[in-house]
């Protein structure tokens, strides 16, 4: 999709139509809500023209894989430091990717190209929990 403003909500509503077919709605709320958040920090950190949204499915778990043109903007999730808070302009930004890490299962980037980078991915991995 184009790195646009409205490039979270095209990556949200294709994640979820694809959970909802492949009847992983269980996972649904939780994998929108990431999705959102690795494809504003694609759309607000990177100038790469186009964001890619890949999603893999088996029977047990749903990969969702973010990719930009900005190989060495690796994330990384924004701790408030415990003594210092944030000044109130700074307080709701960078805290997207500690969301991330706390509903998905895994998460983590990859860089792709070898020896000369051309992309990275950003993904992350929900999993249906067994039934109780």
């Known amino acids: ?15 979820g139509s694809v959970l909802l077919v492949s009847r992983h709605d269980v996972l649904l709320d939780d994998a929108q809500l990431c999705v959102t958040e690795v494809v504003t920090n694609a ?7 186009l964001i890619r949204v890949t999603v893999t499915i088996n ?3 749903v ?5 930009d043109d900005k190989p060495w903007a690796l994330p990384v999730p924004q701790r408030p430091h415990p003594t210092c808070p944030l000044p109130a302009n700074e307080r709701s930004s960078g805290q997207g990717l500690l969301l991330v890490e706390t509903l998905a299962n895994a998460w983590g980037a990859t860089i792709h190209g070898g020896s000369s980078p051309t992309t990275k ?11 109780v």
């Open 121 to 131: 991915a950003v993904w992350f991995t929900l999993t249906k929990s067994a039934p």
């Open 63 to 67: 990969t969702v894989s973010v990719a």
């Open 59 to 61: 029977r047990k778990q």
């Open 1 to 15: 999709m184009p790195n646009t403003a409205s490039a979270p909500k095209i990556a949200r509503d294709f994640v």
């Open 43 to 49: 759309h607000r950190h990177t100038c790469t023209q």
